[in-house]
């Protein structure tokens, strides 16, 4: 069974600390993702990645930056947190091309006080 | 997550009827869609896709019809059960790797 995997369901951080979200595939997947999630804001592109050691910005890098050293783990770091990165992350994956489903992780809701 | 489903449109059906979920989307020029349920506090599932030269795609329990004049694609659910109360979203390729997804419907199955 193919699978995204995610570090943390549930975290907790104070504004200003460095926070990694950390995200595995096992598909060997070319193509991984993070994006954020709102009420009423629906899914939003943060970063992605085509390939190890690349890294292309979505539609909401600001705060944001993010890492992939190894084909399987894409990490998600927020420099110095704030309040209104409050949110659910999500973590995806995705064969290269045209025609591929593409795969999420469960989950972290991630909450900055 | 736990509160997706917030500011969403809402289907609200009986167990047993048959759902319609619709999406209008945004380029003509996409060429892949997807149909992805979330249930609460977990990751967004594929459902079923669809490519642009097709107009209808069948599954299990599901269909997903394509409109490409009007860039509409709808997702049908047979006999709808407690167990498909969830938001769906759709989703197009525009580029090469990337999705656009949609804003969500919460479907909500009474017993």
């Known amino acids: 069974d193919v699978k995204v995997t995610q570090s943390s369901r549930y975290l907790v951080k104070r504004t200003g600390e460095k926070v990694f979200l950390e995200c595995v595939q096992d598909m060997d997947h070319e193509n991984m993702f993070w994006y954020r999630q709102d009420p009423g804001l629906g899914l939003r592109l943060i970063y992605f990645?085509?390939?190890?050691?690349?890294?292309e910005k979505g539609d909401i890098p600001e705060g944001y930056s993010v890492s992939r050293e190894k084909k399987e783990r894409f990490s998600l770091i927020l420099e110095s947190a704030s309040t209104n990165q409050t949110s659910m992350y999500l973590c995806a994956s995705r064969l290269g091309g045209t025609y591929n489903e593409q795969f999420f992780g469960p989950g972290t809701r991630l909450t900055v006080l | 997550g736990e509160n997706v489903g917030l500011h969403l449109p809402t289907l609200s059906v009986q167990e047993g009827d048959n759902s319609i979920i619709n999406c209008a989307y945004s380029n003509s020029a996409s060429d892949y869609f997807i149909w992805y349920k979330q249930e609460s506090g977990k990751g967004p599932q594929f459902i079923i896709d669809i490519r642009s030269n097709m107009d209808k795609r069948q599954g299990q329990r599901v269909t997903v019809l394509l409109n490409k004049t009007v860039k509409h694609l709808s997702l049908q659910i047979a006999a709808t059960q407690p167990g498909d109360s969830a938001v769906y979203f759709c989703a197009e390729n525009q580029g090469y790797s990337t999705l656009t997804f949609g804003k969500g419907t919460m479907l909500l199955v009474s017993p």
């Open positions: 990645s085509y390939d190890v050691k690349m890294k």
